[in-house]
């Protein structure tokens, strides 16, 4: 059995990212290691949603064990950056922030628990953070940068099929399941996840959608029964959230890989 180490931005990313594989190797008997680079403090909730005195912060480290624990994740660490918010933020340049961290520091911090894990694969983020934003962006430096410190021997980008995703939305007004109201704001000139001839792996996660809408409801402060994720039919939900996209360097062309763990 082998060491899977993913490592995302904010709580919550986790489950939509990687939600997928990173329950399939808990259960098929690999250890699965969870780092977070911030507590996500700049997330937004609605009024009165928190107690009197909590912090939003505290709320989200609550809510990213509760579905940590969904995805069979045997430790979770938060690398203690504070979130850097939406890219142009007046917050991205805030001391402490993960956007105006050393990537180098950011790296030896994450290194180190790569090499205590012994890890075997680690997942990140593509260069794009998914979407530009620059906590995801970093997330990929510093991922890339500590598994070259650690030897880490594989790293995979987690990202999305934009090719996939613009289909899926198209057939869903086409068919009715959605009204384009309805839809995720995607700004113009904005790009989510890479095209799909760059993609070199596909994992089919369709077996564990329970455990990720499931996730996906343990971070109730960022993601809401009347959420774009959790209001979606079943079959689009399946269709957005059943396989999970990667890169690979050395891969491809092509998906060449439908299992991070495989051989481990």
């Known amino acids: 059995m082998a060491t899977l ?16 594989v990173m329950r399939k190797a808990a259960d098929e008997g690999h250890r699965v290691v969870l780092v977070v680079a911030t507590r996500g403090e700049v997330g937004e909730v609605p009024d009165g949603f ?20 969904v995805l069979g994740v045997k ?7 504070r979130d850097s918010g939406m890219m142009g933020e007046p917050t991205n340049d805030e001391p ?29 983020y593509d260069d794009n953070g998914g979407y530009g934003h620059p906590d995801h962006i970093q997330v990929h430096r510093v ?27 198209e057939a869903a007004v086409e068919q009715g399941m959605m009204k384009a109201e309805d839809l ?5 000139g904005t790009t989510y996840g890479k095209p799909e001839a760059e993609l070199t792996g596909a994992v089919d996660v369709t077996a564990y959608l329970g ?25 689009g939900f399946a269709h957005a959230f059943g ?4 890169i690979r360097e050395g891969q491809g062309p092509g998906i060449t890989e439908t299992d991070l763990m495989a051989g481990l």
């Open 5 to 20: 180490v993913t490592f995302h931005a904010h709580p919550d990313d986790e489950c939509i990212n990687t939600g997928g």
């Open 50 to 69: 928190l107690a009197e005195g909590e912090q939003l912060w505290q709320r989200r480290v609550e809510e990213q064990h509760a579905a940590a624990d």
């Open 75 to 81: 430790r979770v660490e938060f690398l203690g950056y």
């Open 96 to 124: 402490g922030t993960f956007w105006t961290a050393s990537v180098e520091e950011a790296a030896q911090k994450l290194a180190a628990i790569l090499r205590e894990e012994s890890a075997d694969v680690l997942t990140v």
């Open 143 to 169: 991922g890339v940068r500590a598994a070259e410190l650690a030897g880490t021997p594989r790293v995979y980008q987690a990202t999305g099929n934009s090719d996939h995703m613009r289909r899926g939305i």
């Open 184 to 188: 995720p704001d995607f700004d113009e």
């Open 211 to 235: 455990h990720k809408r499931a996730a996906m409801r343990a971070h109730a402060s960022q993601i809401s029964e009347e959420s774009f994720f959790l209001a979606m039919p079943e079959e």
């Open 243 to 246: 396989t999970e996209w990667f």
